[in-house]
Nanobody, 116 residues
C-alpha cells in the first residue's frame, strides 16, 4: 500500500511562489519509478481537478490553467514528488493533493491560500 504525505502549503501573496512536496512510503508492489504521479487540487466549492502529471519516463502534462506557471518534478531515489508554484493567483487557492496513478492512493492534502 502506498502512503502519501504532502507538505509545503501556506499563505502567499498574489504573484508569490511555493514549493509543494509529497513523500511516498509503504510496501510498494512495484517500484516508485514506475508510478504515474500527479498533483490535483480542490478549490472551495469545486470538484477536484488535475494540475500536473509526471509519468515514469519523465513526461509531464499540465492543465491548461497552469499556463507555464507550475513545474512538476520527481526524485525517484528519494521517492518524492514536487510541484513548484510560481505566479500564484487568488484563483489558485485550494487544497493540493498528490496521487499515485490518478487515484490509486491519495495524500491528505496541503492547503495553499493566495491572498493579499
Amino acid at each position: 500500500q502506498v502512503h502519501l504525505v504532502e507538505s509545503g502549503g501556506g499563505l502567499v501573496q498574489p504573484g508569490g511562489s511555493l514549493t509543494l512536496s509529497c513523500a511516498a512510503s509503504g510496501n510498494f508492489y512495484r517500484s516508485f519509478t514506475t508510478f504515474i504521479m500527479s498533483w490535483y487540487r480542490q478549490r472551495p466549492g469545486k470538484d477536484r481537478e488535475m494540475v500536473a502529471t509526471i509519468n515514469s519516463n519523465g513526461r509531464m502534462d499540465y492543465a491548461d490553467f497552469v499556463k507555464g506557471r507550475f513545474t512538476i518534478s520527481r526524485d525517484n531515489a528519494k521517492q518524492m514528488l514536487y510541484l513548484q508554484l510560481n505566479g500564484l493567483e487568488v484563483e489558485d487557492t485550494a487544497d493540493y493533493y498528490c496521487t499515485q496513478n490518478h487515484g490509486a492512493a491519495w495524500g491528505v492534502g496541503t492547503p495553499v491560500t493566495v491572498s493579499s
